[in-house]
Every structure is written in structure tokens, then in C-alpha cells.
């Protein structure tokens, strides 16, 4: 999917998500790096990706990837959980040297997992994600890598997401299945003193899950790490920190419509939007 002439002059950050969730990482970045110009933009017409095949995900990512570079992103963000398993290292290693070299696509697992060896004291990890995060065994293997002591036991939350989505985070129906699908992974291993909530959406629910949590359990959400990590990196990387511009603003895309998108969107960012239709497929 090589696209020719992309544009070469300093453009926003792209952030990408298949849905809604990665707006809870968009907030935490734009707290952190306010100077900055991003746009956000969702795949809403065809989430979930967290049930579909590595093979769809990585399609459906490196379409949403190219459209940012086209808008004029040099670096594009994954605010995905399912996306940055199943579709960041391919799209890094194969895709980018045909795409543009200089351009870069970063995901939120790796900045999730580098804050976990600090907070842990019994080195038992917790992970909640979709189904197609846990599959992947994304978090164990990145854990495994920088923290080879370290246990991890994981849970798939089928309908978290689902719940949130349809503004039932604080519905009386939820604490059932907040409960539950704690209380599972707590039985897998007792000595969980940590748990990563593995995907964007379950911020939502953070309040319940605290409530049905053993005591003395910490959990970890992903936003302020991602953006802590982000501007870490611009940091370290003055060369692509320059092709960022700094404007203050925030535009919304998305493959669903407009006025969906706007309603739902509200729900995650607590402000009102205006997001504007693009469609993704070549």
C-alpha cells in the first residue's frame, strides 16, 4: 500500500482508534502535551476490531495509519489495544520503509508495560482486555521481555466494552460483570497485586472496578502512562518533535457519521465535539 508524494511539511499527531476507547488516551495526551496539534480518528463504522483476525486488523490499521500520513501526520499513535497487538510490529517493519522511513507509529502496549516493575510487589500481574488482546499474548510477552520475573495471569472482558458503549459504565447491570470477570482472574492467581486495565475503554468503568477489587490490588490505566511516554519520546527525538506543529488544535475523523460519532464521542471526552466523516478503504 505505498502511497507517493505523502506530505512532507509538519503536520498534527495522529491518534488512531477502532472505536471510541482511544479518546480516553487522546484526553490524557492533550492534558500533557496542551501545545499540540492532533487528530483524532476512528474506525467507528467497523468496530470491534477486537474479535476480528490478525490479518483484518492489520488491513484495517495500515488503511487508518496511510490516511493519517496523507493528512499530514509524521507520527501516528495506536490508541488501541487490539491494534497495537496484532498490527504495530508489521506495520513498523515492513510497511513504514515503503511508506515514508522517517515516519513513525507507536502503540500503547509498550508504555503500559515499562511502569509495571515499579508498582508491583508481589511480581504477580493482572491483565483485563478483549478477547483479541488476550489472544495475542501481547502484554505477557512485552512483560516477559523487560520483566522476566514477573507472573501474568489474564482475563478477556467480552462485554465491557459493549457496556460502556451503550452509557451503561454506571448502570446497576454492570457490577455483575465487573464483579465476575475480576473475580475470575483473581482465582487464576491470588497473589495478583497489580492489574492492567488492556484496553481503552475500561477507564469507564474504573470506579466499579476499584469497588470489586481485593484490597491492597493496584491498578493500572493506560492514559497518563501513554502520554508520559509520548512526551518522553518527543523529548529524545528533537528531529520529530520539530515535524509536529503546535497549534492547540484537535480534529475529529471517523468512519461512522457524523452525528453518531458526536453523541457517543461525548461520552468519553466529557466536552462536545464535531467529528466529520472520511471513508478508509482503497
Known amino acids: 500500500m505505498a502511497r507517493q508524494n505523502l506530505p512532507s511539511a ?3 499527531i495522529g491518534v488512531f482508534d477502532s472505536g471510541y476507547g482511544g479518546l480516553t488516551i487522546l ?5 500533557a502535551l496542551p501545545q499540540y496539534d492532533f487528530i483524532y480518528l476512528g474506525d467507528n463504522a467497523r468496530t470491534p476490531y477486537g474479535t476480528r483476525s490478525f490479518e483484518i486488523v492489520y488491513e484495517f490499521t495500515l488503511q487508518a495509519v496511510t490516511k493519517l500520513f496523507e493528512m499530514g501526520c509524521h507520527l501516528v499513535i495506536l490508541a488501541c489495544n487490539t491494534a497495537s497487538a496484532k498490527a504495530l510490529r508489521t506495520i513498523q517493519i515492513n510497511d513504514l520503509p515503503h511508506l515514508d522511513v522517517t515516519r513513525r507509529v507507536l502503540g500503547v502496549i509498550r508504555p503500559t508495560v515499562e511502569g509495571i516493575g515499579a508498582i508491583t510487589h508481589s511480581r504477580h500481574v493482572g491483565v483485563l482486555a478483549t478477547n483479541g488482546t488476550i489472544l495475542s499474548q501481547s502484554y505477557p510477552l512485552e512483560i516477559r521481555k523487560l520483566f522476566p520475573d514477573i507472573t501474568v495471569s489474564s482475563q478477556a472482558c467480552p462485554l465491557w466494552v459493549p457496556l460502556v ?8 447491570g454492570t457490577d455483575y460483570f465487573v464483579k465476575k470477570y475480576i473475580n475470575e482472574l483473581m482465582a487464576k492467581d491470588p497473589q495478583i497485586d497489580t492489574i492492567i486495565l488492556g484496553c ?7 470506579s ?4 470489586y477489587l481485593p484490597a491492597g490490588v493496584e491498578v493500572v490505566s493506560q ?3 501513554v502520554a508520559d ?11 520529530m518533535d520539530k515535524k509536529c506543529t503546535k497549534g492547540g488544535r484537535c480534529v475529529y475523523r471517523t ?9 457517543s464521542a461525548s461520552i468519553f471526552l466529557n466536552e462536545s465535539i464535531r467529528g466529520e466523516r472520511i471513508n478508509l478503504e482503497y
Open 10 to 12: 509538519p503536520g498534527p
Open 27 to 31: 484526553r490524557e495526551i492533550k492534558e
Open 165 to 172: 458503549e451503550n452509557n451503561e459504565a454506571q448502570g446497576e
Open 200 to 206: 481503552t475503554h475500561y477507564p469507564l468503568l474504573l
Open 208 to 211: 466499579k472496578i476499584k469497588q
Open 223 to 225: 492514559g497518563a502512562w
Open 229 to 239: 511516554s509520548l512526551k518522553d519520546y518527543l523529548r529524545r527525538h528533537p528531529e
Open 255 to 263: 468512519t461512522e457519521s457524523e452525528e453518531k460519532f458526536t453523541e
